[in-house]
């Protein structure tokens, strides 16, 4: 099968799991016990015509299945709904925020890969020896530790205690009062600006939430590259690159790497996607205006169409990113074409 068939065939089965996550959705915030509208209004002290006029609004005076192809229909022309928090479209505000969120979730991915693939690599490199057993506890430890107690330790210690990084935010008030983003990825907006101080700034709030993030997730990375590495290592190729004399940093970095990293990236590419779920702690602990935060503040207030809306948004995201990991993984090993 050539890769434009084998894109098609996983395009194809993405369908149907979209359609499964999306109805699943669909009813879970449908059994919820209680009226939606009440939650809203804030109690049972509403009349009947402003409950009336609330389901009007988010369209559950409807039959089931009347909502469900509307809600379907909706997701089809990217329409979700509007916040009845704030009256503006949820597609519009999650718009506004994904630039935040995913600038952390790629900065905490690149922490969590520098971490884990240069500790599993070297714990692999120098198996059962001193150095391999401390680097498999703290892999073990950072991955079971609570994300949101990893941030709470890293803020008071830098932030509260040394005074080294900023609490929280994304920017600095004064700097973002007068800064104008292109892209809303604020580190690339900076270096587009050409404003090194705003870049600086921008850096400085990011480091402690991209560390958390990626201390918990190196955990999981290292242990699989320590466990990929060393299979490979004890492959046939790689003894007969040693017997021919080549560097041992040759024969790791050329030979035994590029064969390790196969199932790595599949682990990368859906630990980048879980991210999502992680932010919501993290943005909620370092006060960032991202999509889990979004979330957070629509289930506080219980704004229904937000929440659902959030939602099938990381829905859609992750099922992206696996279909991205599907095909880089075929392109990284022409076996799974096969």
Same mark, same amino acid.
């Given at each position: ?53 609330? @389901? ?55 922490v969590a890969t520098v971490i884990g693939l240069g500790t599993g690599i070297f714990a692999a490199t120098h198996s059962d ?74 850096l400085r709030h990011l480091l402690l939430p991209a560390l958390t993030l990626g201390l918990v997730v190196s955990g999981f990375?290292?242990?699989?590259? @320590? ?31 590029? *064969? ?18 992680g932010a919501i702690l993290t943005e909620t602990v370092y006060s960032w205006p991202g999509v889990a935060r979004y979330l957070?503040?629509?289930?506080? *207030? ?19 990113? *696996? ?16």
């Amino acid at each position: 099968m050539g890769v434009g068939r084998y894109i098609l065939a996983r395009l194809a089965l993405t369908v149907p799991m979209l359609l499964i996550l999306l109805t699943i959705v669909f009813l879970i915030l449908r059994v919820i016990p209680g009226d939606p509208c009440l939650a809203m209004l804030g109690g049972r002290n509403v009349g009947p015509e402003q409950i009336r006029n609330c @389901r009007v609004q988010l369209g559950v005076d409807r039959p089931v299945a009347v909502q469900y192809l509307r809600y379907l229909g909706g997701i089809l022309r990217g329409n979700l709904g509007d916040s009845t928090r704030t009256g503006y479209a949820v597609s519009t505000e999650l718009l506004e925020r994904f630039p935040a969120t995913f600038e952390l979730a790629i900065a905490g991915m690149v922490v969590a890969t520098v971490i884990g693939l240069g500790t599993g690599i070297f714990a692999a490199t120098h198996s059962d020896r001193p150095v391999d057993h401390a680097i498999r506890i703290f892999n073990i430890a950072s991955f079971a530790m609570p994300i949101f107690w990893i941030g709470l330790m890293l803020l008071i210690i830098f932030a509260v205690q040394l005074r080294w990084l900023p609490v929280g935010g994304r920017i600095n008030p004064v700097t973002g009062a007068i800064f104008e983003p292109i892209t809303r990825l604020y580190l690339l907006d900076t270096l587009l600006r050409g404003d090194l101080e705003a870049f600086v700034d921008v850096l400085r709030h990011l480091l402690l939430p991209a560390l958390t993030l990626g201390l918990v997730v190196s955990g999981f990375i290292g242990r699989m590259s @320590r466990t990929s590495m060393l299979e490979v290592l004890g492959r046939e190729y790689v003894t007969a690159a040693r017997a021919k004399g080549l560097h041992e940093r040759t024969v790791v970095g050329r030979h035994a790497l590029r *064969n390790a990293l196969i199932p790595i990236v599949t682990v990368i590419g859906l630990q980048f996607a879980l991210l999502m779920g992680g932010a919501i702690l993290t943005e909620t602990v370092y006060s960032w205006p991202g999509v889990a935060r979004y979330l957070l503040e629509s289930i506080e *207030n219980r704004d229904f169409p937000a929440i659902q809306g959030t939602v099938v948004f990381i829905a859609l995201f992750i099922a992206a990113v *696996n279909l991205i990991v599907d095909v880089l993984y075929a392109r990284l090993d022409p076996r799974v074409r096969y």
